[in-house]
């Protein structure tokens, strides 16, 4: 069976964050040489996942779909699967795989915790009683996605001595950067970390060190260290690895996403489904 892997980034205006994610993809591909890695993106780029998934279907007999997301919101539940169905009209020749995102891993929390000390390194490794801790997600309308960023954030707190780790998001939801950072102030911290919670690159990663630029004018009796965000970290790489191991062992149970999401996609069709960027 000819097989190829299509990796789907979400995408972004700004173009060094989708070339990151080709640059991933690159790495990848020397990691696993005997895989064939093409890359889709969900918007804002060149090869969107049509076209993704078109191409690979015409050159292979099964398409594994790895979404390159660190959160099952909308575009994990919904967007994907809707295209990856008409993908299966438009070649039913193909087999098409869809396997889970990334979603709460310890391995994600060993990259938490390894940039929560090369932060704490860099204000010269206060005490973490007086350092606050914020993990910083995109934010999403799905509960579910940003219940991953709080499940992550409390075990960060369990495994810490920072008595205060507290989650905010840059858009969508609450409570936004300013407001946790107003209360840690308020609560005695001398020191906060803001851990971005993110893969690559983009607008939103420009407008986090603004804002912790404006909060550093705003608190300058306060020491502020921005963590970088999570980029080409060993753990994405063995993440991936397994879900792309468990299809081709035939482990169904960590291989695929339940039906495609279809669940998601039949409340999407009732109550609609929603998306902003702004």
Not at 139 to 162: I, M, Q, Y
Request: proline share 4%; hydrophobic share 40%; net charge negative.
């Amino acid at each position: 069976m000819s097989e190829t892997i299509l990796l789907v980034g979400h995408g972004s205006r700004n173009v060094e964050g989708n070339r990151e994610i080709e640059v991933f993809a690159e790495q990848w591909r020397q990691r696993q040489p005997q895989w064939c890695i093409e890359v889709g993106f969900i918007e804002f780029a060149d090869v969107l996942l049509d076209g993704g998934l078109d191409r690979t279907a015409s050159n292979a007999s099964r398409v594994i779909v790895v979404p390159l997301i660190l959160n099952a919101a909308g575009h994990v539940k919904m967007e994907i699967p809707e295209h990856i169905a008409q993908a299966r009209l438009r070649h039913p020749q193909a087999e098409f795989v869809y396997v889970p995102n990334l979603g709460a891993d310890d391995r994600l929390l060993k990259i938490l915790k390894r940039n929560l000390r090369k932060a704490m390194g860099a204000l010269d490794m206060p005490d973490p009683k007086t350092t606050g801790v914020i993990v910083l997600g995109r934010g999403s309308s799905d509960r579910g996605a940003n219940g991953e960023v709080s499940k992550l954030a409390r075990w960060l707190f369990e495994e810490t001595d920072h008595e205060l780790v507290d989650i905010a998001f840059t858009g969508i939801t609450y409570p936004r950067l300013e407001a946790v950072v107003q209360r840690q102030v308020k609560l005695g911290m001398m020191q906060i970390v803001v851990l971005p919670y993110y893969l690559f690159t983009g607008t939103l990663i420009e407008r986090i060190r603004r804002q912790v630029e404006h909060l550093r004018m705003q608190y300058p009796q306060v020491c502020f260290s921005l963590s970088d965000y999570f980029g080409f970290e060993e753990e994405i790489f063995q993440l991936l690895d397994e879900r792309v191991l468990a299809v081709q062992s035939g482990s169904t149970q960590m291989g695929m996403m339940p039906c495609d999401g279809c669940k998601y996609r039949e409340f999407a069709e009732e109550h609609g489904h929603h998306h902003s960027h702004d």
